[in-house]
């Protein structure tokens, strides 16, 4: 069973920025699917090139969780990001724009480490904050 304070320890490691410390948290064998990258993550070189592009794009991401149920070795989580656009991301310069989005993540647990996530944000807020999409009336 997940407890409560692995899913603080998670969301403390995206938040604090540093790419090893996040890296801790996910198993060699971790599989990922991610809305951006429609090649998917595999193992842990996957995630870290995952962080790298959101880091690179938003140096200053901080995620909030939500909500989160926890059940058996599966965790459904629900989320905060918000960063400035300082990077390219999805080809696309930064605008400098702060961005505040929401998701969800489905992640799989086995012996303390993430062995499979799948993750949907909503890409339309954040190509309205930085002014490709107009704001919804």
């Given at each position: 069973m997940i407890e409560h304070t692995y899913i603080h320890a998670f969301i403390e490691a995206w938040n604090s920025g540093e790419p090893?410390?996040?890296l801790a948290f996910y198993g060699q064998e971790y599989e990922g699917q991610e809305i951006s990258?429609?090649?998917g993550q595999h193992g842990?070189?996957?995630v870290e090139q995952m962080i790298r592009k959101f880091f690179d794009a938003f140096p200053d991401l901080a995620i909030q969780p939500?909500?989160?149920v926890c059940?058996?070795?599966?965790v459904s989580l629900y989320w905060e990001a918000t960063g400035t656009h300082n990077g390219r991301i999805l080809n696309i310069p930064p605008t400098r724009k702060k961005v505040a989005i929401q998701g969800a993540s489905l992640i799989q647990v086995k012996d303390g480490l993430i062995i499979s996530?799948?993750?949907l944000w909503d890409l339309a807020?954040?190509?309205?904050?930085?002014?490709?999409l107009p704001a919804l009336s």
């Open positions: 090893a410390r996040i990258d429609p090649k842990r070189q996957g939500i909500d989160w059940e058996g070795d599966k996530g799948r993750h807020a954040m190509l309205r904050h930085i002014g490709l």
